[in-house]
């Protein structure tokens, strides 16, 4: 784990830009695991600056993303698959077509992870992004998912929903449930770039990088990645030892 402590916000999505430019600018068709999300909002704005600017091209990349609202999908204000496109992909170059989401209104919930683990299977991601939840999850995973699964359904959790609330008018409008890639889905990445930002996240920044590897704090599994940037603002930080 390599733990990149910035400054503020703006400066961690500048950091986490460093990374990712890296893997788009050393291979045209990279495959990108992306996160919805307030955290990764600033790294999309320097994707989307740097492509305006014409470094870098998107043409051939692919992405697959974490998660997805049960009921939610293209059209819906606050689905994930919006979300990337008002975020990031209606802004670069990348082919829509190239981009997947877990689907939130497939008829057959199984079916549809199913699909997701297969096409996850045949891909070789190169960078995932992660936000992490208050509580330590990562994509949907809460606390005591096993580190082994795979695309699956989730309830999630009251602490989730309560977070969540802000992006909808009330907290009675946020869907209890969401199909999240798995842990073992996410582990898979080549390298992992774990952004958070704000003194609400420390407990969980602490817990990830100086607690016991233990299922009840997903992202403390990143400390198993060979490849992991931790890329933390001073808040989320402030717990940290050292
Ligand atoms: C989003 C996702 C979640 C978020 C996490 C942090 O695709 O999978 O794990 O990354 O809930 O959310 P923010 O960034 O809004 O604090």
Redesign the pocket.
């Given at each position: 784990m390599k733990v990149i402590i910035a400054e503020n916000y703006d400066d961690m999505s500048l950091k986490a830009y460093e990374i990712m430019k890296q893997v788009v600018t050393s291979k045209n068709d990279a495959i990108l695991g992306l996160?919805?999300?307030?955290?990764?909002i600033g790294l999309y704005k320097n994707m989307i600056a740097d492509y305006v600017k014409g470094e870098v091209s998107y043409k051939n990349v692919k992405s697959v993303?974490?998660?997805e609202y049960i009921g939610q999908g293209v059209g819906d204000e606050q689905s994930?698959v919006e979300f990337m496109r008002n975020n990031l992909f209606n802004h670069i170059d990348i082919d829509l077509a190239n981009t997947d989401l877990p689907s939130g209104k497939a008829v057959d919930m199984q079916a549809e992870c199913d699909r997701y683990n297969a096409k996850l299977a045949s891909l070789n991601v190169d960078i995932q992004v992660?936000?992490?939840?208050g509580n330590g999850?990562?994509?949907?995973n809460e606390p005591n998912t096993p580190f082994g699964s795979v695309t699956h359904v989730v309830d999630l959790t009251e602490r989730?929903i309560k977070?969540n609330a802000r992006f909808f008018n009330s907290i009675d409008e946020v869907p209890t449930q969401a199909i999240?890639m798995g842990i073992k889905n996410v582990m898979n990445a080549k390298s992992i770039l774990l952004l958070a930002s704000g003194e609400n996240k420390a407990d969980a920044i602490k817990a990830t990088v100086e607690g016991p590897v233990t299922e009840s704090v997903p992202a403390s599994v990143l400390q198993l990645h060979p490849n992991c940037y931790i890329v933390v603002d001073k808040a989320a930080a402030s717990k940290l030892s050292k």
């Open positions: 996160a919805t999300g307030s955290t990764p993303n974490l998660d994930y992660l936000g992490i939840g999850h990562i994509g949907f989730t977070d999240s």
